[in-house]
Every structure is written in C-alpha cells, then in structure tokens.
Nanobody, 123 residues
Framework: QVQLIESGGGLVQAGGSLSLSCAAS????????MGWFRQAPGKEREFIAA????????DYEDSVKGRFTISRDDAKNTVTLQMSSLKPEDTAIYYC????????????????WGQGTQVTVSS
C-alpha cells in the first residue's frame, strides 16, 4: 500500500519562499505521476503541479507558474515543491498526490493522497 507523507509547511511572509517535500513509501511504480494540490479554508481542492518520470517535464496551474517549481527524485520516491514570491492567496493546506496520468487536474484522477501540510503566507 502506498503512503505519502508531506513535510516543510509553515509560516512565511509575502514575497518569501518555502519548500515542501513528499516521501512515498510502499514501492510506488515509476509510471505514476506525483504532484500537489492545495485547499484553502472553505474552498475546493485545487490542482497545483505534477511531474512525470517519463522525461523531465511538469504541469503547472497558471496562478503558480513561474513562482513554483516541482521536482522529483525517482530513486528516493520523493517530490518537492519549491515555492517563491509567495502571496497571501497561496495560504492553504498542501497535499501530495500520486496518480497515473500526466495532465490530470481533478481530485478524482489521483489515487493516493498525503495528510496535508499547512502553508500560511502573511501580508
């Protein structure tokens, strides 16, 4: 059974940077896509970014493109989300996800979820 554990959340001032990491256990297939969603209080979960083991490519939601960078270490089964130029609207719980299809952007298209890590960006 696959388990995903996020880490690195915290409080940061607007304009600052933060890096989130996710470790996958249970021998996930290298075919799987790893990515990130986020959910602000009272809002639906939103796709942020995903990356594939099939080449060094990534998919980003428009609001974070150019500010966030997703990377993956396949040997360690980890994925990292490096966030910069953070804005108060980036405040949310960030979830690590594992799925099968690159380009998927909906909650139902991802099979495994981490417990979430809180990111708070102050003004």
């Amino acid at each position: 059974q696959v388990q995903l554990i996020e880490s690195g959340g915290g409080l940061v001032q607007a304009g600052g940077s933060l890096s989130l990491s996710c470790a996958a256990s249970g021998r996930p297939s290298s075919y799987y896509i790893m990515g990130w969603f986020r959910q602000a209080p009272g809002k639906e979960r939103e796709f942020i970014a995903a990356t594939t083991t099939t080449g060094n490519i990534a998919d980003y939601e428009d609001s974070v493109k150019g500010r966030f960078t997703i990377s993956r270490d396949d040997a360690k089964n980890t994925v990292t989300l490096q966030m910069s130029s953070l804005k108060p609207e980036d405040t949310a719980i960030y979830y690590c996800v594992l799925g099968r299809y690159f380009g998927a952007r909906y909650v139902s298209q991802y099979e495994y979820w981490g417990q979430g890590t809180q990111v708070t960006v102050s003004s």
